[in-house]
């Protein structure tokens, strides 16, 4: 058991906490987006469990805590020295003390609240005093912590990467499955009621767009039934001179600015910085040129970001099963989720074709990394580094939208020649001054940079052990020779994608 002290903070919320923390950052802790605050990473805390790397990876962006920040999202919480909403703890039930050490109990809660139920942990500077404690977690608590959290898959591939041939680990690893069952997680956090808009705040709406101005158009009528409209639009279009019809854009249409920029350079991260240039509102809503959104899509971002006061989300983001879908298909598709829609929680993965952040955050950013271009992975950096700002990304259930994915058009017209080899192909941004020849990169090179850009050197060799394995267990039993033998030419291709990610790395970030 846990003894847990109330606070009421001036606005009337209720809150529960261990240790002594500073009550009078409390009122202010409570109006924001947190639901469990802690000051754990300076009291011994920060990124202990590293063995979360072998579920994660690189697919989980706070397996490892953030450095430098005052605030950031962590789930490793000191049972010893936390608080946390009243409600939280009672609908979850509180710490799981079937672990040996109430320390894993804490982690074990954060880690569970944050990655699938709706909850944000926040690490808070100065909430508790830096007291350090020696964290210890017993071999048969991270097995429990696995076989409770996971699929039973995880844990047999944590054994074999700490030692099958180890007696305690595989002793730890048994009892472990003997005793523990998974846990159910379909218990999600409620959002909270979403209050009206306060003020007038103004909204800068970008479309990059190529070679899809019918669906630009779709879009734009979209924009013209908001029930909160944009201050302007800002659409750079990359048609080619020769397939383009100019006369479609007509800014008379609509009543709101919209400004229709012809782009002369390539690739959608210089075209979203282009517009970021002529945005002048106070939040900047990033959507791709293929989507449908609801009337009460822009409304519904700023009233999640004004309730929560946070400053920037990612929206739900619905797969058409055709592109001739429509909203009344996008209804049908959200009502078939039911419950489990409704969840808001900090961000795991961020899209440039439904997301709304503030100005201030965009300016800090100093816009999109264009070393991106010609490739992938443009939408994860952009939200991964406003998280390493310390700004929480919001998950925003209510802003939804429907992706058409038509097969022709778009930036990755581009990027598709990067499979090709020979004198047909069309070199990609990412070459740079080493063309591609005989080895195509795999995976893409820009995948490969955002590892050395946003994650440490354990993290890209365990991308590496599964990248491997998962190229001989995905395939299927008859292909697996071929696999094989084409063994010796992934590896080159592999280190192909890690030479070019190191040059990209070498130039650092770029936005022009």
């Known amino acids: 058991m846990i003894d847990l002290k109330e606070h009421i903070t001036s606005n009337g919320a209720i809150l529960w906490y261990t240790g002594t923390p500073d009550l009078k950052m409390l009122d202010a802790l409570a109006l924001g987006e947190g639901d469990i605050w802690h000051s754990s990473l300076d009291q011994g805390y920060k990124n202990v469990f590293p063995e979360i790397v072998y579920q994660t990876v690189v697919y989980f962006w706070y397996a490892k805590d953030f450095d430098h920040l005052d605030k950031s999202v962590s789930w490793r919480i000191n049972p010893n020295a936390f608080v946390i909403r009243k409600d939280i703890w009672d609908t979850f039930g509180g710490f799981d003390f079937e672990y040996e050490n109430i320390q894993t109990s804490a982690l074990d809660f954060g880690f569970n609240t944050l990655r699938y139920q709706g909850v944000i942990a926040l690490y808070v500077k100065g909430l508790f005093e830096a007291v350090v404690e020696e964290v210890k977690i017993s071999d048969k608590d991270r097995y429990a912590f696995y076989i409770k959290n996971f699929k039973r898959s995880h844990s047999v591939y944590m054994l074999f990467r700490r030692g099958i041939w180890k007696f305690k680990e595989l002793s730890s690893f048994r009892l472990a499955a003997k005793t523990f069952k998974f846990k159910d997680k379909s218990i999600l956090l409620r959002p909270r009621k979403l209050q009206p808009i ?32 944009p201050f302007e639009v800002i659409v750079v279009d990359a048609t080619p001179e020769e397939v383009r019809n100019e006369s479609l854009y007509d800014t008379g249409n609509y009543s709101f600015k919209v400004v229709f920029k012809w782009q002369t350079t390539k690739g959608s991260c210089r075209a979203r910085n282009e517009a970021i240039d002529l945005c002048t509102g106070d939040y900047i809503v990033f959507g791709d040129d293929d989507i449908r959104i609801q009337p009460q899509f822009i409304e519904n971002h700023i009233r999640l970001l004004q309730t929560y006061h946070a400053e920037a989300c990612n929206g739900l983001d619905i797969r058409a099963d055709h592109q001739q879908q429509d909203l009344n298909d996008l209804e049908e598709k959200l009502k078939s989720l039911g419950e489990s829609r409704w969840k808001v929680g900090a961000a795991q993965s961020f899209s440039n074709a439904n997301s709304c952040v503030s100005r201030r955050v965009v300016n800090l950013l100093v816009g999109n990394d264009i070393n991106y271009d010609g490739g992938y992975g443009e939408d994860s950096d952009f ?69 050395f850009k946003h994650f440490d050197e354990r993290q890209r060799q365990e991308y590496r052990i599964k990248y491997f394995v998962f190229y001989f267990t995905k395939a299927k039993l008859m292909a697996l020779p071929l696999r094989i033998l084409k063994f010796p030419m992934r590896i080159l291709q592999f280190n192909r994608s890690v030479f070019y990610a190191k040059k990209l790395i070498a130039l650092g970030k770029r936005t022009q």
């Open 383 to 451: 939200g991964l580094s406003i998280t390493k700002l310390g700004a929480t990304v919001l998950h925003n259930p209510f802003s939804v939208n429907l992706h058409l994915k038509p097969p022709v058009g778009g930036y990755r017209f581009w990027g598709q020649q990067a499979g090709i080899k020979g004198k047909k192909r069309k070199q990609q941004p990412w070459e740079l001054d080493t063309p591609v020849k005989y080895i195509v990169p795999k995976p893409s090179p820009t995948i490969m940079y955002q590892l």
């Open 198 to 229: 306060q003020g007038t705040p103004k909204v800068s709406y970008i479309i990059p767009t190529m070679m899809r101005q019918d669906f630009t158009l779709n879009l734009l009528c979209d924009l013209e039934h908001q029930t909160y409209k």
